[in-house]
C-alpha cells in the first residue's frame, strides 16, 4: 500500500521560506515519478512541479521557477519543495503525489499539508 505523507506547512510572512517533505513508503518507487501540486481557497488543483525518482530530473510549473525547486532523498524515501521568496498568492494546501513512470495519471496522493502566507 502506497502512503505519501506531506509535512513542513505552517503559517509564514511574506518573503519567508518554507521546505515541504513527502515520505514515501510501501513499495519501491524507482520507477514512479513524484508530483506537487497545491489547491489553493476556492480554486482548482494546480501543477506545482514533479522529480522523476529514476535520474532526479525535475520540472517546475514556469510561474514557480527560480522560488520553487525539487529534490529527494534516496534514503529517506522522500522528495521536498523548497519554497524562497513566498508570497499570499502561495497560500493553499500542498499535495505530494505519485504516478508510474509510463502513466500519465497520478494514482497515489497524500492528504496534503496547509501553507498560509501572511502579508
Known amino acids: 500500500q502506497v502512503q505519501l505523507v506531506e509535512s513542513g506547512g505552517g503559517l509564514v510572512q511574506v518573503g519567508d521560506s518554507l521546505r515541504l517533505s513527502c515520505a514515501a513508503s510501501g513499495r519501491t518507487f524507482s520507477s514512479y515519478t513524484l508530483g506537487w501540486f497545491r489547491q489553493a481557497p476556492g480554486k482548482e488543483r494546480a501543477f506545482v512541479g514533479r522529480?522523476?525518482?529514476?535520474?532526479?530530473?525535475?520540472v517546475v510549473t514556469d510561474s514557480m521557477k527560480g522560488r520553487f525547486a525539487i529534490s529527494k532523498d534516496n534514503a529517506r524515501n522522500a522528495i521536498y519543495l523548497q519554497m524562497n521568496s513566498l508570497k499570499p498568492e502561495d497560500t493553499a494546501v500542498y499535495y505530494c503525489?505519485?504516478?508510474?513512470?509510463?502513466?500519465?495519471?497520478?494514482?497515489?496522493w497524500g492528504q496534503g499539508t496547509q501553507v498560509i502566507v501572511s502579508s
Open positions: 503525489a505519485a504516478r508510474p513512470g509510463d502513466s500519465l495519471r497520478y494514482n497515489y
Open positions: 522529480i522523476r525518482w529514476s535520474d532526479s530530473s525535475t
